[in-house]
């Protein structure tokens, strides 16, 4: 019938999606064992402590990932310039994920807050991947320059794409003009832009 190939082709889809899910769950479910292993064998907790960090980012990933996914349609009709929705997603995920580890202190909030609804650009340096979840504390949606590479992970990857993070070809001249222009449109519709100044981790104190 008129109705069996889309159906199939659904059906596919839906079975490869699953599989995918089904395969990086694998990822979080390893750490959470390594995490099992570095504490019988007694290692430094600092040690099982950031393996089961980031199991415990991987678990909140899947569903949360899934549920983005599903929004964009709506998010794309109604919201594509800040959405909202799909930064609230992003922002759920990191406090989660800190709740059990670490939580954030913000300090000085109140020089953004006296700017009212204008947009912001912070500039800072790159001390670890601890720093992202921090900054997913800010109460207003933020946007990341980051290198393209970043955004081919799988699901962490191709949900910052879907939210609007910027990937920038460090080593292509094209790219970084293109960065230039992508900020200021963001700019135009209410959205803070985040560079970490560097270009990279810095690995000197501050």
């Known amino acids: 019938s008129g109705l069996s190939l889309p159906r199939r082709a659904a059906r596919a889809a839906g079975k490869g999606a699953l599989a995918t899910y089904a395969a990086l769950a694998l990822i979080p479910v390893s750490l959470t064992v390594a995490a099992g292993y570095h504490r019988a064998v007694g290692h430094p907790a600092q040690v099982s402590r950031a393996h089961l960090f980031f199991a415990w980012t991987g678990y909140l990933s899947l569903p949360l990932s899934a549920v983005l996914l599903a929004s964009v349609p709506l998010v794309y009709l109604f919201d594509w310039d800040k959405r909202i929705f799909l930064d609230t997603i992003q922002r759920t995920w990191a406090q989660f994920t800190c709740y059990p580890f670490f939580s954030p202190e913000l300090v ?24 992202i979840y921090s900054l997913l504390w800010l109460p207003f949606p933020i946007r990341f320059i980051s290198k393209e590479e970043i955004f081919y992970i799988p699901v962490a990857g191709w949900s910052m794409r879907l939210i609007g993070h910027i990937g920038v070809k460090r080593k292509n001249k094209e790219s970084r003009s293109a960065v230039v222009d992508t900020c200021v449109q963001k700019l135009r519709d209410g959205v803070s832009i985040f560079i970490f100044a560097e270009g990279t981790r810095a690995h000197d104190e501050y």
């Open 108 to 131: 000085g909030l109140h020089h953004v807050a006296a700017l009212g609804d204008e947009p912001v650009i912070f500039v800072s340096n790159h001390k670890s991947w601890a720093d």
